[in-house]
């Protein structure tokens, strides 16, 4: 379903705009903005379809020039994960269908996957464990059952591993700490680059969608051991299929 264009960054997509859309590296400006944009696309923070905000807006917050922005804006439209319109309404747009990760990545050691999957369960497993003790307001509520609810809806071929990420991002912005956000996020993409190169498995996506609901419905009733232990039960799931298929 392709978002309103015109419609304001809002909620947990916001707040997690703002976090991933955070300065750059002087060193790597080009570099690290093409990341970061990247993040904010394959992550789910921006929908297919909806507008980036202005060069303006996004140059202020990179801590780059326009011209560093527009650069890599050009660089991602000629990969074909945005599009740029003309006219009264025009602007930078998320392509309505985003390309698939099909990039080469090399083999991966055991010890690059152990690495990654270590970080996230401290990451997540903690995430989990924290959200579930906050005293959540009713749009961080339903916040998470909706972005559990797109998981659940979506089909394993289309868009599971952009919602997936998104779910995991509003649990992250749960637990109410502004700066796990982007860690979170950078290892999700180290772990998505990892996960693309696995074939998505019906059964492992329909376990993944019981363990999901576990989670949330843990955090919600403020059990936090028990958020924490099916999150680290989710972890581990895909850590074994991880090793059993790149190791």
Request: aromatic letters at 2%.
């Amino acid at each position: 379903m392709t978002a309103d264009p015109d419609a304001p960054l809002e909620g947990q997509t916001e707040a997690a705009a703002e976090a991933l859309l955070r300065p750059v590296r002087p060193g790597n400006a080009f570099e690290d903005t093409v990341g970061r944009l990247l993040q904010t696309i394959r992550l789910g923070v921006l929908a297919p379809g909806q507008s980036l905000p202005p060069e303006r807006e996004l140059a202020a917050r990179l801590g780059v020039s326009r011209d560093t922005v527009r650069e890599a804006i050009k660089s991602l439209s000629d990969a074909g994960y945005l599009v740029s319109r003309r006219g009264r309404y025009g602007g930078t747009f998320l392509a309505d269908e985003l390309p698939r990760h099909t990039g080469d990545t090399g083999r991966v050691t055991r010890d690059e996957i152990d690495d990654a999957l270590r970080l996230r369960e401290i990451l997540e497993v903690g995430a989990a464990h924290m959200a579930a003790r906050r005293t959540l307001t009713a749009a961080e509520r339903e916040r998470l059952w909706s972005r559990l609810a797109d998981v659940r809806d979506s089909a394993p071929d289309d868009d599971y591993r952009r919602l997936d990420s998104r779910l995991h991002l509003a649990i992250a912005e749960a637990a109410g700490s502004p700066s796990l956000v982007p860690l979170l996020a950078e290892n999700r993409m180290r772990l998505n680059a990892l996960l693309d190169q696995i074939p998505l498995l019906p059964r492992n996506i329909a376990h993944s969608d019981e363990q999901h609901e576990a989670i949330v419905l843990a955090i919600l009733a403020g059990d936090a051991d028990g958020a924490a232990e099916a999150m680290r039960a989710h972890v581990e799931g895909s850590a074994a299929l991880l090793h059993g298929f790149l190791d």
